[in-house]
């Protein structure tokens, strides 16, 4: 059974940084994209970064271009997203997901609160 694990929010200030991970379990992790979404209280999950099975490519949404970075490490199972000079507008939960998702599987996520 696919699990996704994330972790790594918490409360920061506007212009910190916090790194988030998720560990996937039950698929084969280095054959999938993995991706990063958050969910404003209020508002759909969006699509946040993406980074390719191999780690070679990368893609951000325009908002977190420059601030924010996805990595893996297939030898973990798990996926990072660095996240720099972060905003209060970077409040949401975050979360990770395969692509393509497993049924309609989402972890937990983890909260992330930019406030000063």
């Known amino acids: 059974q696919v699990q996704l694990v994330e972790s790594g929010g918490g409360l920061v200030q506007p212009g910190g940084s916090l790194r988030l991970s998720c560990i996937g379990s039950g698929f084969t992790f280095a054959n999938y994209e993995l991706r990063w979404y958050r969910q404003a209280r209020g508002k759909e999950r969006d699509l946040v970064a993406t980074i390719a099975a191999t780690g070679g490519s990368t893609n951000y949404v325009d908002s977190v271009k420059g601030r924010f970075t996805i990595s893996r490490d297939n030898a973990k199972n798990t996926v990072y997203l660095q996240m720099n000079n972060v905003k209060p507008e970077d409040t949401a939960v975050y979360y990770c997901?395969?692509?393509?998702?497993?049924?309609?599987?989402w972890g937990q996520g983890t909260q992330v609160t930019v406030s000063s």
């Open positions: 997901n395969r692509n393509p998702r497993w049924y309609n599987y």
